[in-house]
């Protein structure tokens, strides 16, 4: 078996996931995992497949009729299911939207060695100002010998800083 990654950008319209799936099963794939989405206007995502070795090509001819269809599809190896060790740690952060909150968070992330599993951001509008909430969410693989206490730590520190409140759970 072969594991793939199709990344997915293209107008978004009814009926485009259901396009992909049945061109992943037409080609003998498995659809094991995916992250779609509406965003700015396109329909944009990852889809992990499981697909019978030597099938690639039938998956390409499957996927151009898509593909025909104003659905640009990225056909790319995935690197496998590897053991990851270390814990996992899930945070929220909520705070007045200003540019450079992504580029904090991930700045301390990064110099503590934990690495971003998942990552979703979005903005909602304030209801007594106006203004836009910015909101986080992650989860990160902490580093075997990196302690849960000190992540929280270090984001704590920059909700202090940038005036937003944050959460590890």
Known sequence: MTLLVLSV???????????LSAAVLSAGGNWLES???RLGGLYVG????DLTDGKIETLRAAVSAVDAAGLEVRIVPAQGRADV??????????????PGIVKQVTAT???LG??????????SDEAHSGGHLFHMDANLR???GLAAATVQDAL??????????GAVK
């Open 9 to 19: 950008v293209g107008s978004d319209r009814p009926g485009l996931t259901k396009a």
């Open 156 to 165: 704590e520190a920059i909700s202090g800083e940038s005036m937003v409140d």
């Open 46 to 49: 990852s889809v992990l497949v």
């Open 114 to 123: 934990a690495n971003i599993e998942t990552f979703k951001t979005w903005l």
């Open 109 to 111: 992330i990064s110099e």
């Open 35 to 37: 992250h779609l989405s």
């Open 142 to 144: 902490l580093q075997p």
């Open 85 to 98: 060790a270390g814990d996992t740690l899930a945070f929220t952060l909520v705070g007045q939207d200003r």
